[in-house]
């Protein structure tokens, strides 16, 4: 079994900031997890099966138009879980409608909580960090177009992207 992710990446500039937030956190995913939006969380996927997974994306993703996506200020998750995140000010239709289109066949899992599209900054650490982050980029604002998204795999060196998905409608 190997570990894959779907998400929309975070494109330069707004990426390294994004990055440097978690490092400064302390965040033990900061060096091995590129700044994101989770359409599908890390799941285990038997690599015979890779192929009906990745069909199955460029299904699910052709006919999705690129749109615009803006993150603005900071949010957290909890008491439930001690995460802050980057919200996701505009798009979030968009997030919805990609994790709605993908989330089935082969990707038909359950959820924990319901989705609900973020960036995370600060995961996993103490609660003066989780301050310090939500602090910190609380005026952080960044727009851009999101015209792809993307299939991580988890190797021994962090996430390496297998497959870029273009959004072209």
Not at 21 to 35: F, L, M, S, V
Not at 73 to 87: L, M, S
Request: with cysteine.
């Amino acid at each position: 079994m190997k570990t894959f992710g779907v998400v929309i990446t975070i494109p330069e500039p707004h990426a390294a900031i994004l990055r440097a937030a978690r490092e400064e956190a302390g965040d033990p995913e900061a060096h091995t997890n590129p700044p994101h939006v989770t359409v599908v969380a890390p799941v285990s996927i038997d690599p015979e099966e890779m192929r009906a997974v990745e069909d199955h994306l460029a299904d699910a993703l052709r006919g999705v138009a690129p749109f615009r996506m803006r993150l603005r200020g900071t949010g957290t998750f909890r008491p439930v879980t001690p995460v802050v995140f980057v919200a996701v000010a505009e798009g979030i239709a968009g997030c919805e409608e990609i994790e709605r289109r993908v989330r089935c066949g082969p990707l038909a899992l359950e959820l924990r909580f319901p989705y609900h599209p973020h960036v995370t900054i600060a995961a996993e650490v103490d609660d003066e960090a989780l301050d310090r982050s939500f602090e910190g980029l609380a005026h952080f604002e960044a727009d851009f177009t999101v015209d792809a998204v993307n299939l991580y795999e988890l190797t021994d060196a962090g996430w390496s992207l297998r497959r870029a998905y273009a959004l072209t409608a």
